[in-house]
């Protein structure tokens, strides 16, 4: 009841819309954590609508900031799951991009000092239009625009990617749908808030009918009460009573033959309410508006029980029309697309100079004075051949020791199949030479490979890296001592099948003239070409 007792007041104020995941929320309590993400007014709707309908459904984030999401592992909001979130950047010209929307969580000035950032580690290569003007310039006023002024001659696709890269222009966001259940916080799927958000609608609807049901109930029996109160003027037989008693007493009596039409017994709370009518309304009293209002009652009573009979139908009606009223506008902002995942070594701009220092075995982009090898980024690997048959990938760093004697040494490209490696290693136990062919494509880094037999005192007398998997023809000198009667000939790498970086049991024998009858003659066999 209200503070004065003449009306009464909700116990609580229930949602019937799941604004939870509409709005999302993020937030910590006593060991638990949680992390909802917002969804599409509309979406939600046309979900519900499926739920009640038993039809599967999905959701996915939508954010007023706009921009794309990649939901291929969202996992319907549970813990373990991610989206990607970039922003949308646009080409103006071969000089300047234009940021249209942030992603989910940042601000423009957190962008910009990312970009910024991303600038002086050079990792990507921005540069002012003009003096006293920003590489980065803030636009932004109704709409989200920020331009970004690049080096001549840099590519704006790859500067694209190395934004989405290195800066907040692509953020990763990890969902942690956490929620109260009955009482206890309870890890779900966004589609199961959605389910119990939808039941709980239900149920609210259907309580809101059952009350409706009650006030209808409510005022026909007080519209009947109050016509035969006027039309029999039992409002005369009370003048010549002394008490209120005996006035309450005299309706009692004057409504008892009436009483089987009312749902209800009559109490007395009934009766005190017809002693309130004024005689103002008695005198204009209209049985015929009285009729009408008490069919349109009974009209509304009945469609209220209708409605309670097909509660599922009513709901389904109820998110529509909600739809119809505040749908429009509220479109999907977030574009749903599917992003390739951008290697940061391949976008990083060439920020450094790889040196060498062969017989020492330092590599680095600190040691200034050695032999200059090539541009790279302070990001990449770096990967080495030594003279002993020894492979490793190691990070750049100002100056790494990796060995002595090295014999090659470049940028290293993860997966590159294309790049084919020949070498010819003297087997430091038999002392007979092996040929080999093969990519590194994968390696864990720090580790060394042997590529040769694994012998102690192996060596490598020959070594090539071909971009392109050449197979080329190298030409074999004999010793004096052989007793071979041609001592020089060729032999062609494209013999040697292409093995992997650690299968050195698969070298092939050199042999020590190719397959000429007075020498003998080749074999293949296991483990590789062998002269009988």
Known sequence: MSYDGRKREPVTLPVKFPLLLAQGVEGIAVGLSTKILPHNFNELIEASIQILKDKPVSLFPDFQTGGLVDVS?????????????????????????????????????????????????????????????????????????????????????????????????????????????????????????????????????????????????????????????????????????????????????????????????????????LTEIKIKRISKYDGFKAEELMRRLEQELAETEDNLANITRYA??????????????????????????????????????????????????????????????DIDDIIVFRRDGKCMVTKIQDKVFVGKEIVYVSVFKKNDERKIYNLVYLDGKSGISMAKRFPVTGVTRDREYDLTMGNPKSKLTYFSANDNGEAEVITISLTAQSSAKIKQFDYDFASVGLKTVGSGQYSHEVPRSEDHPENGRCVDSGRGRYLV
């Open 73 to 273: 592992n969202y996992n319907d909001g549970h813990r373990g799951g991610k989206v990607r979130v970039r922003a949308r950047i646009e080409e103006i010209d071969k000089k300047t991009l234009v940021i249209r929307d942030v992603p989910f969580g940042v601000t423009t000035s957190q962008l910009m000092e990312s970009i910024v950032k991303a600038s002086e580690l050079g990792k990507i290569r921005i540069k002012s239009p003009a003096k006293n003007v920003s590489a980065v310039v803030d636009n932004t006023a109704k709409d989200v625009e920020v331009l970004v002024h690049l080096q001549p001659g840099v590519s704006p696709d790859v500067s694209i990617d190395a934004l989405y890269a290195f800066t907040d222009c692509e953020v990763s966001i990890s969902p942690n749908a956490c929620v109260i259940i009955g009482d206890k916080p309870h890890f779900v799927s966004v589609t199961d808030i959605l389910r119990v958000n939808t039941h709980q609608t239900v149920q609210l609807l259907q309580r809101e009918l059952e009350i409706r049901r009650s006030e209808l109930m409510e005022r026909l029996l007080y519209s009947s009460l109050e016509k035969i109160f006027i039309e029999n003027r039992i409002y005369r037989k009370i003048e010549e009573c002394e008490t209120f008693e005996a006035v309450i007493e005299t309706i009692g009596k004057a409504l008892k033959p009436y009483r089987k039409q009312f749902y209800r017994e009559i109490t007395e709370d009934d009766l005190i309410r």
């Open 316 to 377: 389904i009606n109820y998110y529509k029309d909600l739809q119809k009223k505040y749908g429009k506008g509220r479109e999907r902002k977030t574009e749903i697309r599917a992003f390739n995942t951008i290697a940061a070594s391949v976008v990083a701009a060439a920020n450094q100079k790889l040196y060498v220092d062969r017989e020492g075995g330092f590599i680095g982009y600190g040691l200034k004075k050695e032999e200059y090898v090539s541009d790279c980024s």
